[in-house]
């Protein structure tokens, strides 16, 4: 199994060496010549500095009575339409709780741009949702920084009075990511 390197800045490593496939430089360099990433990381750590990592966005979602069974035919239709349509997206999966009575939503993105991206080509699908098995957005919690869009589209599609929690600061950690 290949496993995908990815610099601190969440880009693909084509080797074992710190060279980045699209050509840019990491958004450590500048902080004591060419390092490794994980060195790189560990140096913005210890200077207090932002790390950063990939945004992260969780939503659960109270379904309508009865419509368990047309949300589960639903999920694998728009898990096929992301896929296509996203390259950027790392994870998108949907879970049901025990009592079928809520889903959540957890999506992995590279960046907030990317989850910007997402809410755009999924808007027509969620309303869709909304009118056909989702009643009503019930918590929203945002790993990274959103940008002010982001923040707008979610309070419009969770409407007021829904718990939206962010976490904009990534203190470490890594991802793993497959090549398929």
């Known amino acids: 199994m290949w496993m995908a390197r990815l610099d601190g800045c969440g880009r693909r490593?084509?080797?074992?060496?710190?060279?980045?496939?699209?050509?840019?430089?990491?958004?450590?360099?500048?902080?004591?010549?060419s390092m490794e990433p994980a060195a790189a990381s560990r140096r913005t750590a210890r200077q207090g500095g932002h790390m950063p990592g990939p945004f992260i966005f969780i939503a659960t979602n109270r379904l309508r009575d009865g419509r368990f069974d047309a949300?589960?035919?639903?999920?694998?239709?728009?898990?096929?339409?992301?896929e296509a349509?996203?390259?950027?997206?790392?994870?998108?999966?949907?879970?049901?709780?025990?009592?079928?009575?809520?889903v959540t939503v957890v999506q992995v993105h590279p960046d907030a741009a990317s989850m910007e991206f997402h809410m755009g080509i999924v808007a027509d699908r969620a309303r869709q949702a909304y009118a056909q098995t989702l009643e009503a957005t019930t918590g929203i919690q945002v790993?990274?920084?959103?940008?002010?869009?982001?923040?707008?589209?979610?309070?419009?599609?969770?409407?007021?009075?829904?718990?939206?929690?962010i976490h904009p600061l990534h203190l470490g950690g890594f991802t793993r990511a497959r090549e398929t």
């Open 13 to 33: 490593l084509d080797s074992d060496r710190a060279q980045w496939g699209d050509g840019a430089a990491c958004c450590h360099q500048g902080t004591g010549g």
């Open 71 to 82: 949300e589960q035919r639903r999920v694998p239709e728009l898990s096929r339409f992301i």
């Open 85 to 102: 349509n996203e390259p950027r997206l790392i994870a998108f999966n949907e879970y049901v709780n025990e009592e079928r009575s809520e």
């Open 143 to 165: 790993f990274g920084t959103p940008s002010e869009n982001i923040l707008r589209m979610l309070r419009q599609q969770a409407g007021s009075g829904v718990p939206l929690s």
